[in-house]
């Protein structure tokens, strides 16, 4: 595969058994849970591309994780992920609080997080697992910081490997600290957390943003909360929509073929990433450059109509659960610095899988990103002023301009 180093570290820079999920607060209480966070997982790369993390585990460590949510909401619960572990994993204990600087704890804001009514919790192999209700009020767009402990080994993490914010650990149990003194070691990973929940109205809903290292927010300025789906967070917020949107972007990521470092393939990781999360109304679909930027090495040549067939399966996967989906026209490539990336034949599919999502009429909606986002003088390449710099991706001023191009009415 001709892509170079650099663009594949760029893109991707008491104990109880317990089952799958804790059984929905929902069922009891009424209360309606939407999804306010979410980051996508993948198998345990400890040497990512030649860029260090901590996915080959943990073993007497607090790793506290700060996050920004998107609509607020009167309580939340956690998810922890093991979708990939090799064994279940052994958690010690968790907290959250709201974010303070660095790894502080705003003061007054500290919650033990309980799974089943107990403080530790064994999370299958395979498996995720939803903690109880935590009585925190949560403001929109406002930071929380989690922290969970591991006394015991825990094998090769489950992680989202290129998070664009700071993660931070500490030797021993440091759940309830205060301050983030003890904190000194730093990741830009994500560690076994997948998700953020929050009550709100039935009506409201979450939004999910699935894709690719655009969608996951490559290039853009780490710990700004920058990303498309931040952007368009804040635009719902600014119209007074309190939808939830939450990030299933993973770099590198595929429609059609896993790749190790950059997830299971679209349509495999679908359900999961984006049907599953609680509350979805709508997901939005910008997937497929991968594809095609690496279509002419691949053992068998991408065509058009195959990757179409993929948007399909995601399409008739969504309206299976009566789920909308928005298709995301794909962003020009031409002139990426990446070499064999960008071709005449990718650009001749780019172009055909693009008049599909806004032509072919199978989408509920399409946000033509691709138009939004081309250089006015050769619409085959992006803007200048929305290039990162690397011809692919676009920074944080294209991030805005992509939120911009999403038609508000149509989520």
Known sequence: MSITRRWLAALATAVVAVSLTATPASAHTGRAWNGTWSSSMIAAFPDYFGTPNWSGGFENHSVRQPVRVSRGGSSIKIKISNVYGTSPLHLTGASIGRAGDGAAIRPGSLRTVTFHHRRSAVVAAGRQLSSDVVDLPVAPLERLTVTLYFAGATGPATFH?????????????????????????????????????????????????????????????????????????????????????????????????????????????????????????????????????????????????????GHRTLIRAAHARGVRVMGATILPFAGTVYPGYYTEEGERIRDAVNDWIRTGGEYDAVADLDRAMADPADQDRLNPAYDAGDGLHPNDAGMRAMADAIPLHRL
């Open 161 to 309: 490997p290129f998070a664009l914010a700071t993660s931070y650990r500490a030797t021993g149990d440091h759940l309830r600290d205060r301050t983030g003194d003890a904190y000194t070691e730093t990741s830009q990973s994500w560690y076994y957390l997948s998700g953020v929940e929050v009550t709100g109205n039935r009506r409201a809903g979450t939004v999910v943003a699935f894709g690719d290292s655009i969608t996951d927010g490559s290039f853009t300025t780490p710990d700004a909360d920058n990303r498309y789906p931040d952007e368009l967070a804040e635009r719902l917020q600014a119209a007074g929509r309190n939808l939830g949107v939450v990030n299933a972007g993973i770099g590198g990521n595929k429609v059609l073929t896993d790749t190790d470092g950059f997830g299971e393939r679209a349509t495999a990781r679908f359900t999961r990433d984006a049907l599953d999360q609680p509350g979805v109304r709508t997901v939005i679909v910008l997937e497929g450059i991968n594809d095609i930027g690496t279509g002419a090495t691949a053992p068998q040549p991408l065509t058009a109509e195959a990757l179409i067939e």
